[in-house]
């Protein structure tokens, strides 16, 4: 009996006196407050121009990305039905800041061709230009 009272006051007595997780700044034996942290939220990317066109014989697609230091990657798609998209070239975002200017060009073919730009955020959030159709022929 004497061993389970001993135990008990032994469990109480650490209940009484475990110091507390967090201990004011005078507290005795307290180390410094830890410095106060500053958490900064990148405002995301965002397609602000995309257009295109024909110079010669090539198709070229021009896009101007606003906070450019957040966007990861660019995948450039192309359609020439204008609803199914396939990946036509995958370009790498650069770490710049502020604003950043992008360019793809390929061979132009005898039809419509629909582009549109996939902006790849470094957070892996995804959003979509808007289509651009060109038109060798026209």
Do not use: C
């Not at 307290?30 to 121009?49: D, H």
């Not at 502020?98 to 073919?109: I, L, R």
């Amino acid at each position: 009996m004497a061993k389970y009272i001993a135990f008990i006051i032994i469990i109480a007595f650490r209940l009484a006196y475990q110091p507390a997780v967090a201990q004011p700044d005078n507290a005795p034996f307290a180390g410094p407050s830890p410095l106060p942290t500053t958490t900064t939220i990148a405002t995301p990317a965002k397609l602000i121009n995309v257009n295109g066109s024909i110079n010669g014989k090539k198709i070229v697609l021009n896009w101007v990305v606003d906070n450019n230091e957040t966007a990861d990657q660019f995948e450039v798609e192309k359609s020439t039905d204008g609803k199914n998209f396939t990946l036509a070239a995958l370009v790498f975002g650069t770490d710049r800041s502020e604003t950043g200017n992008y360019q793809f060009y390929e061979k132009a073919g005898n039809q419509k061709v629909s582009y549109r730009i996939k902006l790849i955020h470094k957070d892996h959030k995804e959003e979509y230009s808007t289509v651009i159709e060109i038109n060798p022929k026209a």
